[in-house]
């Protein structure tokens, strides 16, 4: 019997992804471990293998296609004996009780070519309630349902066979927010008298305000719509609070000076962010019960300490991860960082590259930026916001006039891991390990 392909789970949040490249064509004969397709999700251009062996009997999706769901039929593989005709006689798979798109994977880059077997679609949402049957929907749409008080019995999923997504919930919880904000408009307006501009996000609402000026239309890509979502996800259930520091830098340069002529001959040059990385690391070790992070209803406190940093990349921003980094040498740390930006600017990095960590470093000081405050990355704990090193006037040990080069950190955390007096300790260490840069080194 011929066996569908489907498009894999490259994530575990992954619901959907680009077809960016088949290759294989029809006909080829492919084996356990050939490489089938280029897959794209929101962060990264992936490659998917084959797990069965046989030949190619069809490419059901185009190369370029978008918008491919999780566990939808791709191409379809003959076995020994089988041939084309058979193709359009294959039964559709059914979907799989647990999604592959929230399922983590020991390897994301791989998934499976599953055999299929005969399934009928889910009941409509007009009858599940009446007649009690199962709702097809996966857990995170569950759970955002739970929190958004929406009825899964009234919506119709958008994904595989009919099964309800994060997309789903995320449509009718704009219905409604939508519903809510017209009402109190339309109450407020009653009260006063007076007009007021609609705030719906609804595009047809926005762009009518706008009629009659000139503007470009701009689709939203993946990353987009995911950089939206996650940010605007945490900054609605994030309870922020900031902590700011100035850093006095002349020690750090001028040791920094030091190394790279002393690395010259490795060819490594460090950079100000690379001591920043290895401060922080360094602080979350000295203050463990800061290096944790919010999981629901309870909080992960960690050994290591994995820091994620913020690379621009075309079209939005990723957090590669560097694992263990208060054991790793500044060069080492320094060499790492440059291929995980390399490889996140190409979008080839792995899930496991992107994914986790319990702190993140955004720096836009070489934008000439003096200081910003950056949004968690749920489930970060906290985020450090770097500035730019610039000459100031400053107050001298001694009571005196004088000008040193200073930096602004922002440290941004979440108030249900870490309180106002912890966050302050794990600052003040920061700047501490950086004013004090060969002591990181001990």
């Known amino acids: 019997m011929p066996i569908e392909i489907l498009m894999p789970a490259l994530s575990p949040t992954m619901e959907e992804g680009t ?32 797990v069965d062996e046989g030949i190619i009997g069809k490419l059901l999706v185009a190369e370029g296609t978008e918008n491919v769901a999780v566990n939808s039929a791709i191409a379809v593989l ?74 899964l019995t009234r919506l119709s999923g958008s994904g595989p066979r009919g099964r309800i997504v994060k997309a789903d919930i995320e449509a009718a919880g704009s219905a409604v927010s939508a519903d809510r904000t017209v009402a109190s408009m339309a109450s407020a307006a009653s009260t006063s008298g007076a007009a007021s501009a ?99 209803d309870r909080i992960l406190q960690f050994t290591p300490a994995d820091i994620a940093v913020a690379v621009a990349i075309d079209g939005g921003l990723i957090t590669p991860v560097l694992k263990d980094a208060d054991q790793k040498s500044l060069s080492v740390l320094s060499t790492e960082m440059k291929d995980l930006a390399t490889r996140a600017k190409g979008r080839k990095l792995a899930p496991d590259e992107y994914q986790g960590g319990s702190f993140a470093i955004s720096n836009l000081g070489m934008f000439g930026i003096d200081n910003f405050d950056a949004v968690i990355n749920p489930p970060h704990g906290a985020i450090l916001a770097v500035g730019a090193g610039k000459k100031k006037p400053v107050v001298t040990a001694s009571g005196e006039l004088g000008v040193a080069t200073v930096m602004s950190l922002t440290l941004s955390v979440d108030h249900r891991v870490i309180d106002g007096a912890l966050g302050a300790e794990l600052l003040n260490v920061i700047v501490k390990n950086l004013e004090n840069p060969m002591a990181m080194l001990a």
């Not at 064509?25 to 490659?47: H, N, P, W, Y």
């Not at 309630?129 to 929907?137: K, N, P, Q, T, Y």
């Not at 100000?272 to 999981?295: E, G, S």
């Open 19 to 50: 077809l960016a490249k088949w290759l294989v064509k029809e006909g080829d004969a492919v084996a356990s471990g050939d490489l089938l397709a280029e897959i794209e999700t929101d962060k990264a251009t992936m490659e998917f293998e084959a």
């Open 198 to 296: 609609p705030q719906s996000a609804n595009f047809e609402t926005i762009s009518k305000l706008y009629a009659e000026r000139a503007y470009e239309e701009i689709s939203l890509d993946r990353m987009r719509k995911t950089i939206a979502a996650r940010l605007t996800e945490a900054k609605q259930t994030v309870p922020h609070f900031y902590l700011r520091r100035d850093v006095m830098l002349d020690n750090l340069l001028g040791f920094r000076g030091e190394m790279n002529a002393a690395l010259a001959e490795r060819d490594v040059k460090l950079s100000v962010n690379d001591f920043v990385i290895k401060a922080c690391a360094l602080a979350l070790t000295t203050v463990p019960t800061a290096n944790a992070i919010w999981a629901g």
């Open 78 to 151: 003959l076995e020994d004996g089988e041939s084309s005709s058979e193709v359009e006689a294959a039964p559709s798979a059914p979907a799989s009780p647990a999604p592959a798109a929230e399922a983590a994977t020991s390897s994301p880059a791989k998934s499976a070519t599953l055999a299929s077997s005969p399934a009928s679609a889910p009941p409509a949402a007009a009858d599940k309630a009446a007649e009690g049957a199962r709702i097809f929907a996966t857990p995170l749409a569950r759970k955002l349902a739970a929190q958004n008080n929406v009825d």
